[in-house]
DNA sequence: GTCATATACTTCGAATTTTGAACTATTCAA
DNA sequence: TTGAATAGTTCAAAATTCGAAGTATATGAC
């Protein structure tokens, strides 16, 4: 059993390829993105960029996999630094919206184009390369986004 | 310059919808190995999968993001549970190298097999999206590894 | 209407993880 | 041979994450 490493390494399926790549490029990212945003914990950077729009705080704790509470903390230091607004969600009184101020907003839009430009120079793809994963990502990100894995894990 | 949201999210580009899609990647995955990985923490199971062959524990901290005292950690975890040993490296003997165990082969198979399962059903791509995905990420893989982002994050 | 139950978030103390500074052992260069 | 640099370790402090109990609102049964 242990032996087929040999095999796996020289002949990689597509899937632990594009896997390899996707953790590559991801921690590479983060790398950057400490060096770029000084004031933001990991945490909070990523509650930032999600905020492309109102979003309430249960679908973050779910979107970024967490625990309410820790969404609760997160979002307190997001406020505290003056980045978003809590305001009751008007479909739910017990759900809060996270809103952007145009401060959130401009931070945010700097992280994004600064992210930007990272994927050019980390990736390493010319345009069009660039276009054929952005498409392949868009699909990826639409798909998880439907469904959450369904069934199948198994514990 | 905060009035260019909406546009930016009407036609986001491609970079952006690249990134959009590995975090969301990266995530579900993550989300899924912490349901199989039983005993592993987090930063056990990352450095497992990163030991495809024996590594200095210096690498692994450049690789992995993170600090030495963090990858001491980590590894006395992995040597706890019998996954891997630490010998010297012959080259430099002030170094170690991790080496794993063949039940930590095992496992990191067992692992890697699995992660190949999730990226299909995560993805949703069919099998000839899936070679395209997997040559840009390849592609995407060696063009970091050689470089490590040139100069230029300016802080 | 009202009572019981479920949901959205908060609080806060405990558990886990990560960090950084001081330390040991080895290497490298002069 | 000596001094400076490097690889990893130790350990206590800092940061992060979690989980159980709590508050407020919603929803459904009667």
């Given at each position: 059993m242990s032996d087929d490493i040999s095999t796996r390494l020289g002949r990689l399926s597509p899937e632990i390829q594009a896997i390899m790549g996707v953790y590559a490029l991801y921690w590479k990212l983060e790398e950057a993105f400490d060096c770029v945003?000084?004031?933001?914990s990991h945490a909070e950077c990523h509650m930032l960029i999600k905020l492309d729009q109102p979003k309430r705080m249960g679908v973050l704790a779910t979107d970024m996999l967490t625990v309410p509470s820790t969404i609760t903390a997160t979002a307190d230091g997001l406020e505290k630094a003056g980045l978003l607004t809590r305001e009751r969600d008007p479909e739910d009184r017990r759900a809060w919206l996270l809103v952007l101020t145009e401060q959130g907003q401009d931070l945010r839009n700097m992280l994004v184009s600064v992210a930007g430009d990272l994927f050019h120079r980390a990736s390493g793809l010319d345009a069009d390369e660039t276009a054929q994963f952005a498409r392949l990502a868009c699909k990826i990100r639409d798909n998880i986004l439907k469904t959450g894995i369904p069934e199948g894990l198994t514990k």
């Open positions: 945003e000084t004031d933001l």
